[in-house]
């Protein structure tokens, strides 16, 4: 089972609709990750969180919005998506000391599927 | 920048066969990851390796970190159904940021 845990599985929503996606990691790293994938292809980074503030923004458009409240929890707050923004949406954490990252083990989430109608 | 070539692209294999892919790149990388996707599911990491010759087992899995520290490899032996999945290799990008990159993927299909 996976120690990083991802809300909701699926999501539907319109093009109007704003809705977000939870991620909560109780392994105590500090660095947390959003990425997307789409079918059949690699995950490509969106944000990462490094002690809770945001330090990559991979060029993400606004209408994704990322929040770190704690250490524990990450969301990914969603406006007037488009179609194209259908996806499976990855959480994911590592362990970073002193500002160092770790060897880069990155420790993911089952994901949220989403639909953008 | 730095890329990471993943091949085969796919597999479609017998049950029982053993099963080798590799990851290459023209950069050279500290540590490699090989991670296993599930349908429906997020990438599962598989095996880590940190130090150029290293080899490293899982079960029936086994990766190296190549000498040159430019390439790595995957072997799963005795194949069986649940191997079904998408094998990505994965690299930390050099400058301490966090970041991974990945190859696109080795698709393999275990027929019983």
């Known amino acids: 089972d996976t120690e990083v845990t991802q809300t909701p599985k699926h999501l539907v929503m319109g093009m109007t609709n704003k809705k977000s996606l939870k991620c909560e990691q109780h392994m105590g790293h500090r660095a947390m990750y959003w990425y997307k994938q789409k079918a059949k292809k690699p995950p490509e980074l969106m944000f990462v969180y490094s002690y809770e503030k945001l330090s990559i923004n991979e060029s993400v458009p606004s209408r994704f919005s990322p929040e770190c409240p704690n250490s524990s929890l990450l969301n990914l707050h969603l406006h007037a998506l488009q179609p194209e923004d259908s996806a499976l949406y990855l959480c994911a954490s590592s362990q970073r000391a002193r500002g160092v990252v770790s060897a880069g083990e990155l420790f993911f989430g089952e994901g949220s599927r989403l639909t953008v109608l | 920048g730095q890329q990471l070539n993943q091949s085969p692209q796919s597999m479609f294999i017998q049950e029982g066969e053993d099963v080798s892919m590799n990851c290459t790149s023209s950069s050279i990388f500290n540590t490699w990851l090989w991670y296993k996707q599930e349908p429906g599911e997020g990438p599962v990491l598989l095996i880590a390796l940190y130090k150029a010759g290293e080899l490293t087992s899982n079960g029936r899995l086994t990766a190296q970190f190549g000498i040159t520290r430019k390439d790595s490899f995957l072997n799963i032996s005795a194949s069986i159904p649940s191997d079904v999945g998408i094998y990505f290799c994965?690299?930390?990008?050099?400058?301490?940021?966090?970041?991974?990159?990945f190859g696109q993927g080795t698709t393999l299909q275990v027929k019983p």
């Open positions: 994965a690299g930390p990008i050099s400058g301490n940021t966090g970041k991974l990159i």
